[in-house]
């Protein structure tokens, strides 16, 4: 019996929609990334860009459980002396909820070429506006 690898070929992409709205942040994203990675789908391959694309709407409504919105902060540094700075997730939901996200879902992915290019098939967006509905997403129950 020989062993089947999917070609790039033979990859049939769809699109899916998920509504962020009340929904805990860790659920969805590790949701999210699954359908990203194509978990899903009975031909995955851990070395292959199987994946849909998905779009999140409601970013700015994405809830954390516990005292995680108090406590949950986002570092970002240049590289140089000093540079560290700290965002709260507070602050970070009402200056760009969509990065929040992101960056949850990111983590979440395979390091290197392969992540990058899975996380290119996600599009975030802010309120319930997007400009995908001519892809048909298929909308996706958390």
Known sequence: MKTKFTSLESISRSWHLVDAKD???????????AILRGKHKPMFAPH????????VVNAANVKLTGTKAEKKVYWTHSGYFGSIKATPFA????????KAIEHAI?????KGPLGRKMFKKL???T?????HQAQNPISLSL
Do not use: C, W
């Not at 929904?23 to 990334?33: E, H, N, P, T």
């Open 106 to 110: 990111k983590g979440m992915l395979p």
């Open 23 to 33: 929904a805990v942040l860790g659920r969805m994203a590790s949701k999210v990334a």
């Open 48 to 55: 292959t860009d199987t994946g849909d694309f998905v779009v």
């Open 127 to 131: 309120d319930q506006n997007h400009p």
């Open 123 to 125: 599009k975030v967006y």
């Open 91 to 98: 602050e970070q939901i009402e200056k760009d909820p969509t």
